[in-house]
């Protein structure tokens, strides 16, 4: 995409996330018994899969043997294509392995817990269909045992620099007339980048999952610039079956 002025160059720019005032962000539904407190036999409105417990009617655990996996769940209705932050109070008590957190359709891998309890995070964007959508705390093929104690969901803005006419997110970058885009999915907005226009697919982690019919459409415009040419660079990560295919359109 060209053209700046002669000269002119732009740096890439982090995105930074504001945990929104109510004048900005509308108030979204708590999360059922976030502090998995209530209950008779079982946590109100959380569900467990596998192997786990109800400790002391106030902490959700789950167990592993290495080669399985088990989780609590909590049914909760996200609004498709806005963005969200996710907080867990989490702890390790034996063993080795990933606790997995989040919204199914955005998991966080959390691999460095301690025996001392400490916050864990995730900022995501929802899909812009959404099947099936509840919250998750478990583990991925770990050893031994992790516990969860309370849980907190906030909506976020995102916020971008504008330098001049131009507004530039987390990965991109204008050099010498030249823009580039190269999505970094470890930074701490997950799977959202400025340009991000539509998406179905799932992410986990740092990496987007394809099913059947999924599909994500990333838009790039800037005011002055015109698009000449492109280059486009993807890569494949674990794979079982099927096809991938790209399309590019002005």
Request: hydrophobic fraction near 40%; include cysteine; charged fraction near 25%.
């Amino acid at each position: 995409m060209k053209t700046l002025a002669p000269g002119t160059t732009t740096t890439s720019l982090a995105l930074a996330v504001v945990c929104g005032a109510a004048s900005a962000l509308a108030a979204i539904p708590p999360i059922p018994n976030r502090d998995f407190r209530e209950g008779d036999q079982a946590p109100a409105a959380w569900k467990l899969v596998g192997n786990g417990r109800w400790v002391d009617r106030e902490v959700l655990e789950v167990t592993g043997t290495g080669s399985d996996s088990s989780y609590w769940r909590c049914d909760y209705r996200f609004e498709p294509a806005r963005l969200y932050r996710f907080r867990v109070r989490a702890r390790r008590l034996s063993g080795s392995g990933i606790a997995v957190t989040g919204p199914v359709f955005a998991n966080r891998d959390v691999y460095r817990l301690s025996k001392d309890w400490q916050w864990a995070e995730s900022l995501f964007r929802v899909p812009d269909r959404l099947f099936e959508t509840y919250l998750r705390l478990g583990q991925w093929h770990a050893t031994g045992a992790i516990q969860f104690d309370s849980v907190a969901l906030t909506p976020v803005l995102a916020v971008h620099r504008r330098i001049g006419p131009l507004v530039l997110g987390e990965g991109e970058s204008i050099h010498e007339g030249e823009y580039l885009f190269s999505a970094n999915f470890d930074h701490r907005g997950g799977n959202y980048h400025r340009p991000l226009f539509w998406a179905d697919a799932w992410f986990n982690s740092n990496r987007w999952l394809f099913g059947r019919g999924t599909r994500i459409v990333y838009r790039f415009a800037l005011p002055g610039c015109r698009f000449v040419r492109g280059d486009v660079d993807l890569s494949v990560n674990y794979h079982s079956r099927g096809r991938c295919r790209l399309e590019v359109s002005r």
